[in-house]
């Protein structure tokens, strides 16, 4: 028995290692075989692409069917359309709904209609979305880690330690900068009124205005972008302004492919720009420490947290809001590499988007010559009773020239979206559908700005919609041109300070008006992630009476 019993193990055995060696042969057959095995690679692929394309389904959520590759930001990602035009498109899909689903590539988003949502996300479930979720690559881009990236803690200490640097005192003491820099664009100005047609781009103008502002207040530099083109610092923000293709892909679509991101050590900030960058801060750095110089700039302040560990507000004390935030702000060592990080954000935030805001403001004063006037008038009377002196007070005094910089945020917000991640699952207030942890949720500011139910007739531009009592009968959740809650833009005070001094240096002496190279309507560049024009601001400017 014991005989037969190991014959029969034996020819089960020689059985068993046929079958295999015939499945290795038949594995072995389809790889050689081309046309299975790129069938089996496209097929693969394919259910990987498509695999999450029932989330919305399983819950319950309205969305509209993706495409393979794209999901629904085929359009964006193919530089088809531009930002504002594509969320608009898409904020119109479900026009009665609080939200509704989409796909980045084949990461299922949440879009919001819901004012009232966007305030849960933005304020009042903020511990659920801290987070901006953008991945970054430290090594291939140090100057990636500012507070517009960082995550947690570390967000929550350098804000902590940088909050007291955009207070109306700091701005104060900087406002002597400001003026210096407007006083070369008016002469500029004056010069433009000499030549032939008077036609002028007003974005270049304003953009090298900024440059200017930007380089002195942050980096303490008289970059004199105005009249030297040639400019070190010039050639780099044109590198900066002017990104590769592959680049703004990239920046689209990182938060959708996180792992890809890093796996493949995408570099999006040009090395050229990274290097000029950090030279440029550690030179300032040095020369402030050694030649003991104080201008009350940005650097100034940055240098000030490094050696002491925190600002002091106006009235003496250290602005810190919780002990949570005073054991995060301990945490946060600011080295040079940080501050040249904080400073290239600072300069990143303001450039393009100020400069963007200042041309599509002169555009709609060029279009609305009554709206001009009056606020030319309010421009020269606060000035008068300053002496005939651009001061601090004056500026502050100009509420209607406020009210046409906040319309035009508002038809023409630098963002057309932002978006924040779920830390946690949470579940939607007044619903049954939970998002689970690290959902992507978008805020589509361009269709709120758009939207008739909060904005009637919103292509007109009308300032007075920002009168105290327009503003007061209308939910503020549909106004985010700086995005709300405690993630908010932390230079919004600077930016909207150095917007209008651009725009005053306009008015003060000179007229605006539509020509024969002025885009009618404007056209929105498809390639930018902010709200620009695709083919520039073409105006005339003269002489005021």
């Known amino acids: 028995m014991t005989h037969r019993k190991r014959n029969e193990r034996l020819l089960f055995e020689g059985n068993l290692h046929i079958e295999q060696r015939s499945k290795m042969l038949g594995i072995v057959a389809i790889l050689l075989d081309p046309f299975l095995l790129i069938g089996l690679i496209v097929g693969s692929l394919y259910f990987y692409l498509t695999a999450t394309f029932d989330f919305w389904k399983c819950r319950g959520v309205p969305f509209k069917k993706p495409t393979v590759l794209l999901g629904n930001f085929g359009p964006l990602l193919l530089f088809r359309r531009s930002q504002p035009e594509g969320v608009k498109e898409m904020y119109q899909w479900f026009k009665d709904e609080r939200y509704f689903g989409a796909f980045r590539v084949r990461s299922p988003v949440l879009i919001l209609r819901d004012p009232d949502l966007v305030r849960s996300v933005c304020v009042k479930d903020f511990a659920c979305f801290l987070n901006r979720g953008i991945p970054v690559n430290n090594d291939q881009d140090p100057l990636s880690g500012h507070l517009f990236n960082l995550e947690g803690r570390k967000w929550k200490g350098l804000r902590s330690k940088l909050t007291p640097a955009f207070s109306s005192g700091k701005l104060k003491r900087m406002f002597y900068l400001l003026v210096e820099c407007c006083e070369e664009l008016q002469r500029l100005i004056d010069e433009a009124c000499c030549n032939g047609d008077r036609m002028v781009e007003v974005r270049e103008l304003a953009a090298k205005f900024v440059i200017d502002v930007i380089g002195s207040c942050a980096f303490g530099i008289q970059i004199n972008a105005l009249t030297d083109e040639e400019s070190e610092f010039h050639r780099a923000v044109k590198r900066l302004s002017k990104p590769s293709y592959k680049a703004t892909l990239w920046r689209m679509l990182r938060t959708a492919m996180p792992r890809m991101y890093r796996l493949l050590g995408v570099q999006l900030v040009d090395p050229i720009v990274t290097r000029f960058f950090m030279h440029v801060v550690s030179e300032m750095i040095s020369q402030r420490e050694n030649n003991g110089t104080t201008r009350h700039d940005f650097m100034d302040l940055l240098i000030e947290l490094r050696n002491k560990g925190s600002l002091e507000n106006e009235v003496g004390s250290p602005r810190i809001c919780s002990d949570e935030d005073v054991q995060a702000a301990k ?44 606020a030319r008038r309010e421009v020269r009377d606060a000035i008068q009773r300053q002496g005939g002196t651009l001061t601090y007070d004056a500026v502050q005094e100009m509420k209607y020239l406020d009210m046409v910089i906040l319309e035009t945020l508002r038809k023409y917000p630098p963002a057309p979206l932002f978006s924040r991640k779920c830390e946690y699952a949470y579940k939607i207030p007044n619903s049954n559908v939970e998002l689970p942890a690290g959902m992507r949720v978008i805020i589509p500011i361009y269709g709120l700005h758009h939207d008739p139910t909060y904005y009637p007739d919103p292509a007109r531009f009308d300032p007075e919609r920002f009168t105290e009592e327009n503003r007061r009968t209308r939910h503020p959740y549909t106004y985010l041109p700086f995005g709300e809650g405690p993630r908010n833009c932390i230079g919004m005070r600077f930016a909207l300070l150095q917007i209008k001094m651009g725009i005053i240096s306009f008015l003060r002496d000179h007229r605006v008006e539509i020509c024969d190279k002025s885009a009618m309507p404007i056209k929105f560049s498809r390639r930018s992630l902010v709200t620009t024009s695709e083919t520039g601001f073409w105006l005339t400017i003269t002489p005021s009476s």
């Open 331 to 374: 945490e946060i060592e600011l080295d040079e590499n940080t501050i040249a990080a904080q400073a290239f954000a600072f300069f990143v935030a303001g450039y393009e988007t100020s400069s963007n805001t200042i041309a599509f403001c002169l555009h709609e004063l060029a279009l609305n010559q009554e709206i001009q006037d009056k």
